[in-house]
């Protein structure tokens, strides 16, 4: 089956720029989408189909996808941008969802 | 506006099955490319996808636990269903379900949540 390989954990300085990375093989070939959970709520879908916002995103949420990295950067990070992070891809070869293992983002 | 709310019991007995009900609005589960799918939370653990249905009702499951899940849909009562056989503590998580979109294979996401109903397995 195929994995999604995300850092456990990104600290970032307010004002600075966060990328978290999503690994996965020609993960480039599929359409990637990040999600943010806060503590306690439901996840939020911040980008789709590797660099696209949803209506009600801020722009500081971006994406990019190509070789074997996916990468969702957040600039100008704020203190109410801690929270879990998630990538996830359609696999068509497994017919399957596949979610990565969440990276927990600290603002310093 | 589209809204998901998940439903069912708080509490389960190891071995029982558990049914939970997601109700929606604000879209049709019979517009071409729309699906609801079911993913869980263990406590402090990552997401993990269990169960997806479509318009045309096709069924897909995740790996990892197919043997023992159902999802079924209601489109005159804008309700779908998950069943889970033979709860055991492992299972207690936060259950999710969600508005899947995407008639190709680089869109299919969940771009709508519900807040999550917490299931604890406990005798």
Not at chain 1, 83 to 99: P, R
Not at chain 2, 11 to 24: A, D, H, I, S
Not at chain 2, 65 to 84: A, E, F, P, Y
């Amino acid at each position: 089956s195929y994995v999604l390989t995300q850092p456990p954990s990104v600290s970032v300085a307010p004002g600075r720029t966060a990328t978290i990375s999503c690994g996965g093989s020609n993960i480039g070939d599929k359409g990637v989408h990040w999600y943010q959970q806060k503590p306690g709520q439901a996840p939020v879908l911040v980008v789709f189909s590797d660099s696209d916002r949803p209506s009600g995103i801020s722009e500081r949420f971006s994406g990019s996808n190509s070789g074997d990295t996916a990468t969702l950067t957040i600039s100008h990070v704020e203190a109410g941008d801690e929270a879990d992070y998630y990538c996830q891809v359609w696999d068509s070869n497994s017919v399957s969802v596949v979610f990565g293992g969440g990276t927990k983002l600290t603002v310093l | 506006q589209i809204t998901l709310k998940e439903s069912g019991p708080t509490l389960v007995k190891p071995t029982q099955t558990l049914t939970l009900t997601c109700t929606f609005s604000g879209f049709s589960l019979t517009t071409s490319g729309v699906g609801v799918g079911w993913i869980r939370q263990s406590p402090g653990k990552a997401l993990e996808w269990l169960a997806l249905i479509y318009w045309d009702d096709d069924k897909i499951y995740g790996p990892s636990l197919k043997d023992r899940l159902t999802i079924t849909k209601d489109t005159s009562k804008n309700q779908v269903l998950l069943t889970m056989t033979n709860l055991q503590p492992v299972d207690t998580a936060t259950y999710y379900c969600a508005h899947f979109f995407g008639d190709y294979n680089s869109a299919r996401r969940f771009d709508y949540w519900g807040q999550g109903t917490l299931v604890t397995v406990s005798s």
